[in-house]
Every structure is written in C-alpha cells, then in structure tokens.
C-alpha cells in the first residue's frame, strides 16, 4: 500500500498568490497561481515538491477574502429587529469578515436575513462580541454568515483574530 501524502491548505490573496509552508521541513515559499485557472480551489490537491527537503505532499488552496480561525464558543442570535432572544448557537469559525455557527434543529434561520449574535472570546479580557449578522449560507445546522458592518472596527474582535492567526503560524 502506497503510504498517504499529507495535504496542506494555501490562502491565495486577490492576485492568487500564496505561501506555501512544507510539511517536513517547515520551509516557506510563495506561489502564484495567477496563469493556472485550472487550479481554482478546494476540490482537488495540487502536488508539490519541497525544493529543500524533496518532500512530495499536496496543497489545497481557498479563496478567501479572509482567513477563517477554528474556535468552539457558545454564543446567542437574536432577532436584529426585535432583539428577541431565537436561540443558543455555538460558533465554529471566526474570520474578520463573518463568521460560522451551528444551530439547533428547531431554529428557522433564513438566507439573506439580518440577525444579531453575542458570543465570548477565550481572550484574557474574556470579551463579550456583539455583533449584527447577514446570512449568507444555511447547510442543516451549519450556518455561515458575513458582519452586517463589515467596515466597522471591532478591536476585541480584530485583536483576537490577527494574534489567534499569529500564534497558529497561518499568513
């Protein structure tokens, strides 16, 4: 049996250039993948070989305006109307541009529907976030959403996704 290649993911900004961090070795390069239109995103690994070390694994890449941080933080959505309470949620991704949660099966949550989320970071201040949300996608239970204010600066916010990416060694 052939022994499994490990996959990594590649960010690509707008101009689809990236960094691409071997597994082995930990050696980064950058790579553009701006003539290469076959190689869109997500669905299928790209092999790549280490120029340092020769190590042969694949890298996936995702178009993300911005970078998604994993996190499991209980949180509540609110009617932005009412700002009656609809239900508990529990965040799974946070990113400066929105954010994605799980619901409960009762909860009837629409597309394009403004909502309002609070939730609490795991910072040193344990920063409470208030936020008003748009839906953007309803998967089942998986809900992704965009910042209704996106231009607005949330410093807890903001604070806590440019250092969780730090400490993680993203880019």
Known sequence: MVPARKTTRVYLNEKRQGVVTCV???V???INMSNYTDHSGGEKPFKVKCGTCHTIFHITFDHRRYQRTAVNFPGKIFSAQTEKDIGDIIIISLSFGGIRFIINNNLDIKTDTMYAI????????SSVICEEIVIKRVDGCCVGAAFYHS???NHE????LGTASSLLGTF
């Open 28 to 30: 980064t390069r950058t």
């Open 118 to 125: 609070q939730f609490q970071l795991d910072d040193e201040q």
């Open 24 to 26: 082995h070795c930990d």
């Open 157 to 160: 916010l903001d604070f806590y």
């Open 151 to 153: 231009e607005r600066y």
